[in-house]
Nanobody, 120 residues
Framework: QVQLVESGGGLVQPGGSLRLSCAGSGSDFRWYSMGWYRQAPGDQRDLVASITSSGSAKYADSVKGRFTITRDNASMVTLQMNSLKPEDTAVYYC???????????????WGQGTQVTVSS
């Protein structure tokens, strides 16, 4: 059974940084793409960043240049978030999926998420 556990969220002031981690178990994650999503209250869950099994990363326009996704090609993926803005406030989820034609497709297994709040 695939399990994903996110950690590292918290309260940070605008302009600050956080590092999110996602630990996966129950599968060989090396062959899959991984993604980070976020969902603010009342909004849909949106893809923030994804990374293929070969390490090719892609970002939403809203976070380009501020967020960096990395993986250890085993079962850990991280999201380094710098220059945080209040609009980055959301619950962040990691996901295992596949990348086809440059597009990330999530599998329907989600962790519990980790809350990120950016506020002064």
């Amino acid at each position: 059974q695939v399990q994903l556990v996110e950690s590292g969220g918290g309260l940070v002031q605008p302009g600050g940084s956080l590092r999110l981690s996602c630990a996966g178990s129950g599968s060989d994650f090396r062959w899959y793409s991984m993604g980070w999503y976020r969902q603010a209250p009342g909004d849909q869950r949106d893809l923030v960043a994804s990374i293929t099994s070969s390490g090719s990363a892609k970002y939403a326009d809203s976070v380009k240049g501020r967020f960096t996704i990395t993986r250890d090609n085993a079962s850990m993926v991280t999201l380094q978030m710098n220059s945080l803005k209040p609009e980055d406030t959301a619950v962040y989820y990691c996901n295992r999926g596949v990348t086809l034609g440059g597009t990330y497709y999530p599998h329907q297994t989600w962790g519990q998420g980790t809350q990120v709040t950016v506020s002064s």
